[in-house]
């Protein structure tokens, strides 16, 4: 049994990617390290491409309108799936830029953030019908080239 359509982990995912691009402009903002600061801006912009990328898969996608028990049950339940991933908790960049102040744990802490989403999309991928899996595999697949990239940052700054 199933209880997502990719349509809406597509929709998740962009709504993430959102999140994240807010959260790496406000780390930049409050990055006292320039190399720390220019790579949020990165992240930041990497987030950004991702949104369109997975907004252009949306058109390819069936709308799904699931039976609710009352108004806005599902609306409520999307929030509570969505508010336990990184980007959609509460985080007061300040804070954590304080914790980042150096382009190593900058970068720690981005790929940390990553993982979360790819560990999200994994959980997901399974309630999600066999024959539209593909599409939650491909935004597996994004996250883990950005992984990938933050990664190989992380050596160049060594």
């Known amino acids: 049994m199933w209880f997502f359509r990719a349509r809406e982990i597509v929709e998740f995912a962009r709504q993430i990617e959102q999140k994240g691009q807010q959260f ?4 930049a903002e409050q990055a006292a390290d320039g190399r720390v600061k220019e790579i949020m801006l990165a992240l930041a912009a990497e987030e950004k491409e991702h ?71 994994y959980e997901l991928r399974q309630l999600v019908p066999e024959q539209e899996r593909s599409a939650v595999d491909k935004l597996i697949r994004e996250e883990q080239k950005h992984i990938l990239r933050l990664a190989g940052q992380k050596k160049v700054l060594a």
Request: net charge negative.
């Open 51 to 121: 949104e369109a990328l997975f907004t252009r898969m949306l058109d390819g996608l069936e709308n799904y309108n699931p039976p609710e028990t009352y108004p806005g049950e599902y609306e409520e339940y999307v929030r509570v799936l969505l508010d336990a991933h990184v980007f959609a908790k509460d985080i007061k960049p300040g804070e954590i830029a304080c914790q980042a102040g150096d382009p190593q744990k900058a970068l720690d802490m981005a790929i940390g953030f990553e993982k979360d989403s790819l560990l999200f999309f």
């Open 24 to 27: 790496y402009r406000a780390m």
